[in-house]
C-alpha cells in the first residue's frame, strides 16, 4: 500500500504539478527503503511498531518498482531507475517459474506453504504478475535488456488465451498487449531547462512511452549522444531510431504525433 501510495503521489504531481507531491513521494520512498529493506533487495511486508515482519510478496516488489519508475520521472533522478532494476533482478531470481514465465506470489524458499500460487488477475487492485511484466518492459528499453523484453513476453503470451476470453479480468493485461502492438515510444528531455519541459509533458497523457529526463546524465543508454552544450532538446524515438530533436513544446507535441500508432 506504502509502494500504491508513492505512484499515486507522483501521478499527482505529474498532472496537478504540486510541489507537496513531489515532496512527500521522496520522502516515502525513502521511509519505505528504511524501514521495509531488510538489506540489499530483500524487502519484508509489514513494518509496526519500529519492526518489519514477513518477507515481501511478489505484488510489493511489483508496486515497489513501479513506484520507483514513477518518481523517476517526475524527479529526473536516474538512481531511482536503477534500484528499480535491481529489485526486478531479485523478483526475478526469486519469484520466477522457468516453465510459464509468469512469477509466484511468494519467494522461493518460503518453508511455511503447502503450495506456491500464481495470481494473474486484475481485480480492485492489479496482479503482481501483470504490473512486474509493465516495468520489466519499461526496463528493458531504459537499460537495453533484450532478455528483460523477452520475460515480459512470454509473461504476456502465457496469459494471452485468458485475456482475448475475459478481459474485464485481466485489464492491465489487455493494456500491455495493445502496448505490444503499439510498441513503446521513448521521450527524452536534455538540456537547460529541461525540468519545465519534462513536467508539460508528463501532465499529458501520452501511452505506451518511456520518459526520461536530464540536464548532465549520460550513463544511461537513452542519453547516449542526445546531448548538445546544455541546449535544450527533446527526442522522440522508436526502437532507438530518432526524429529530428525540437527545443519547444509544440514541436515536441508534433512529433509525439507522428509517432503514434
Not at 67 to 95: G, K, N, P
Not at 225 to 246: D, T
Request: with cysteine; hydrophobic share 45%.
Amino acid at each position: 500500500w506504502n509502494a500504491l501510495a508513492l505512484t499515486a503521489m507522483c501521478k499527482g504531481y505529474a498532472v496537478l504539478g504540486r510541489e507537496a507531491y513531489k515532496q512527500e513521494a521522496i520522502a516515502l520512498a525513502a521511509f519505505i527503503r528504511e524501514h521495509f529493506c531488510a538489506g540489499g533487495t530483500e524487502y519484508r511486508h509489514t513494518f509496526k511498531n519500529g519492526m518489519s515482519r514477513y518477507p515481501a510478496f511478489l505484488d510489493d516488489y511489483a508496486y515497489l518498482i513501479q513506484a520507483l519508475i514513477s518518481l523517476q520521472e517526475i524527479t529526473s533522478d536516474q538512481s531511482y531507475l536503477r534500484e528499480a532494476s535491481e529489485l526486478a533482478a531479485h523478483v526475478w531470481q526469486h519469484f520466477s517459474d522457468p516453465e510459464t514465465g509468469l512469477c509466484f506470489y511468494t519467494p522461493v524458499g518460503q518453508a511455511d506453504l503447502v503450495a506456491r500460487k500464481v495470481d494473474i488477475f486484475d481485480n480492485a487492485t492489479a496482479s503482481g504478475n501483470s504490473i512486474m511484466a509493465a516495468n520489466l518492459q519499461y526496463l528493458s528499453v531504459v537499460f537495453e535488456r533484450s532478455d528483460w523484453a523477452g520475460m515480459a513476453r512470454k509473461m504476456i503470451a502465457a496469459v494471452l488465451p485468458l485475456t482475448l476470453r475475459y478481459p474485464g479480468s485481466l485489464a492491465v493485461w489487455g493494456y500491455l498487449i495493445l502496448q505490444q502492438v503499439a510498441g513503446l515510444r521513448e521521450i527524452v528531455v536534455t538540456g537547460r531547462g529541461y525540468d519545465t519541459m519534462r513536467d508539460r509533458l508528463l501532465s499529458e497523457y501520452i501511452p505506451f512511452s518511456v520518459v526520461q529526463s536530464s540536464d548532465y546524465e549520460k550513463d544511461m543508454p537513452l542519453f547516449r549522444h542526445r546531448q548538445s552544450e546544455g541546449l535544450l532538446q527533446g527526442f522522440v524515438c522508436r526502437n532507438n531510431q530518432c526524429l529530428a530533436p525540437a527545443s519547444d513544446w509544440g514541436e515536441i507535441q508534433k512529433l509525439i504525433k507522428i509517432t503514434t500508432i
